[in-house]
């Protein structure tokens, strides 16, 4: 299996980032797997954004859970990332990845990740 | 919400062992999981579930857990170790996931 972000690079501030994270090598409508989308700013640590199951269950990180939409796609086999009233605070490389247990996730494979800048 | 505390460095000669700890309260009641990352590069995991080892990780990397401390060990340490090291735990109190801070591997 092999994950693909893609999306924009530069978005202003105040609007939303969205960005798709389409798989390949496999399906993402597996009832054995969960899709989960990761960010880390440049030079800093890993930051869980939220995750999706294929029947569209949802978990949110409590610190960005009021501005994170995360939705699947089954028929194109992509999930997407909707992070809304951006600021700068939210640079950084957004990477999105296959989760293994809903209720003691890890993450395996991961995508090689897209750096979204937030600036005017 | 739960906390996981990494030292942010480690730094030996090639050759020694390196123990790359991750602390929490009561971490050894949760599932540990550790990540490698090379500069420029996306994570990819070493350990699963405190000491399982995927598939195309070298037998050198080793994992353990136990009270409020899970470590990471690898052995024989490489120059092609070097790399930030992340532990993770789902925090089922409240249903999301946990990063460390992560720790650099210096390998002198």
């Known amino acids: 299996v092999q994950l693909q972000e893609s999306g924009p690079g530069l978005v202003r501030p105040s609007q939303a980032l969205s960005l798709t994270c389409t798989v390949s090598?496999?399906?993402?409508?597996?009832?054995?797997?969960?899709w989960s989308w990761i960010r880390q700013p440049a030079g800093k640590g890993l930051e869980w954004i939220g995750r999706v199951s294929s029947r569209g269950n949802t978990n949110y990180n409590p610190s960005l859970k009021s501005r994170v939409t995360i939705s699947v796609d089954t028929s194109k086999n992509q999930f997407s990332l909707n992070l809304r009233s951006v600021t700068a605070a939210d640079t950084a490389v957004y990477y999105c990845a296959r989760g293994h247990n809903w209720n003691d996730d890890l993450f395996d494979p991961w995508g090689q990740g897209t750096l979204v800048t937030v600036s005017s | 919400s739960y906390v996981l505390t990494q030292p942010p460095s480690v730094s030996l000669a090639p050759g020694k062992t390196a123990r790359i700890t991750c602390g929490g309260n009561n971490i050894g009641s949760k599932s540990v999981h550790w990540y490698q990352q090379k500069p420029g590069q996306a994570p990819v995991l070493v350990i699963y579930?405190?000491?399982d080892r995927p598939s195309g990780i070298p037998e050198r990397f080793s994992g353990s857990n136990s009270g409020n401390t899970a470590t990471l060990t690898i052995s024989r340490v490489e120059a092609g170790d070097e790399a930030d090291y992340y532990c993770q735990v789902w925090d089922s109190s409240t249903d999301h996931v946990v990063f460390g801070g992560g720790t650099k591997l210096t390998v002198l």
């Open positions: 579930y405190d000491s």
């Open positions: 090598g496999g399906s993402i409508s597996s009832d054995y797997y969960y």
